[in-house]
């Protein structure tokens, strides 16, 4: 969240969920890239995919280092994505669970 913001806590709560309500009823993987290419800069969204390409690699245990290699995401990222994986909302996890079942 930006600092400078005039909203509340609660405003700014109401907006999050207005967010994710709208991508939650999103239907097939075209309507969320299209969202997507609206809500984010090119640049957002390649550190999106980034970081979820990462956690396909942590889920097999490769070393950051390689991941790097075949991805070219920091290793600073990596570590990021895998301390979330680790310690983190549970996102990912719900994510990876979703899709694999």
């Given at each position: 969240?930006?600092?400078?913001?005039?909203?509340?806590?609660?405003?700014?709560?109401?907006?999050?969920?207005?967010?994710?309500?709208?991508m939650?009823?999103?239907?097939?993987?075209?309507?969320?890239r299209?969202?997507?290419?609206?809500?984010?800069?090119?640049?957002?969204?390649?550190?999106?995919?980034?970081?979820?390409?990462?956690?396909?690699?942590?889920?097999?245990?490769?070393?950051?280092?390689?991941?790097?290699?075949?991805?070219?995401?920091?290793?600073?990222?990596?570590?990021?994505?895998?301390?979330?994986?680790?310690?983190?909302?549970?996102?990912?996890?719900?994510?990876?669970?979703?899709?694999?079942?």
């Amino acid at each position: 969240m930006k600092p400078n913001r005039n909203e509340s806590d609660h405003q700014q709560q109401c907006a999050e969920d207005a967010l994710f309500k709208a991508m939650a009823v999103l239907q097939s993987t075209k309507e969320v890239r299209i969202f997507f290419k609206d809500l984010c800069t090119p640049a957002e969204l390649q550190a999106l995919v980034d970081r979820w390409q990462v956690v396909e690699y942590l889920q097999k245990q490769l070393p950051y280092r390689k991941i790097h290699d075949l991805t070219g995401v920091s290793v600073t990222t990596i570590g990021r994505v895998a301390r979330c994986l680790a310690d983190g909302a549970g996102g990912y996890r719900t994510a990876i669970d979703i899709i694999s079942h």
